[in-house]
């Protein structure tokens, strides 16, 4: 696999990050906690859908307390419309009990904490250290690790992999936004079938062909 130069990969970054300047998080949320449960309601379904069903999920269920005192059927009706809701209802049940259990209801600040709560893995902690206690954290999702891949930033054939290479490519203040900008030009330009390579910022430097 071949990767841009260290000099096309400065221009390349700079170029996405001019590109989406605004580029940030696009779920809804008021609290780390709610943070916390909307990433773990956007596993395979879009921030959009998540969106949609949150706002009347945290009015009943503003912190962890609340949400593991809810009756699975409860949580399950509010967020019916989105994939897999049997099983994410019962890990927010879960995971809302192991905060309140092991960390008196709040979300931790630490990245070892995060994992060790059930259904937390790796990219979860990451968006949540970065969104909520504004750490510099790249989260590798399934965009950033196609893009990352895609445009030569690495080339690597696993997410932790990939989020390794990318920490030490980027300089460490422009983690959180390239994550961001990498996901929006993921979505918007750079889709997984069908990239808009007439349309987008990198062409002539990326290496996909
Ligand atoms: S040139 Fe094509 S493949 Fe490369 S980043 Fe742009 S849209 Fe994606």
């Not at 949580?75 to 994410?88: A, W």
């Not at 030490?168 to 900008?181: E, S, T, V």
Request: charged share 25%; net charge neutral; glycine share 6%.
């Amino acid at each position: 696999m071949s990767l841009l130069s260290g000099k096309d990969a400065k221009k390349a970054w700079e170029l996405l990050l001019k590109e989406y300047p605004d580029a940030g998080c696009e779920l809804d949320f008021d609290s780390a906690f709610h943070l916390l449960v909307s990433v773990v309601l956007s596993a395979q379904t879009t921030d959009k859908a998540v969106n949609k069903v949150t706002p009347a999920l945290f009015a009943m269920a503003p912190d962890a307390f609340a949400m593991a005192s809810l009756p699975a059927e409860k949580i399950e009706e509010c967020i019916r419309s989105i994939g897999l809701y049997r099983t994410k209802a019962a890990n927010l049940k879960k995971l809302s009990a192991a905060l309140c259990e092991e960390h008196g209801g709040e979300v931790p600040s630490e990245y070892g904490e995060l994992v060790a709560l059930p259904g937390v893995g790796r990219k979860t902690a990451n968006v949540v250290l970065a969104e909520a206690f504004g750490q510099q954290r790249i989260a590798v999702d399934t965009h950033v690790f196609r893009l990352a891949n895609r445009i030569g930033f690495v080339g690597e054939d696993d997410v932790v992999k990939t989020e390794e290479a990318l920490m030490k490519l980027f300089p460490k203040d422009i983690w959180r936004r390239m994550h961001h900008a990498l996901i929006w030009h993921g979505r918007r330009v750079c889709h997984a079938k069908n990239p808009d390579c007439d349309n987008c910022c990198l062409a002539g430097l990326c290496k996909h062909n």
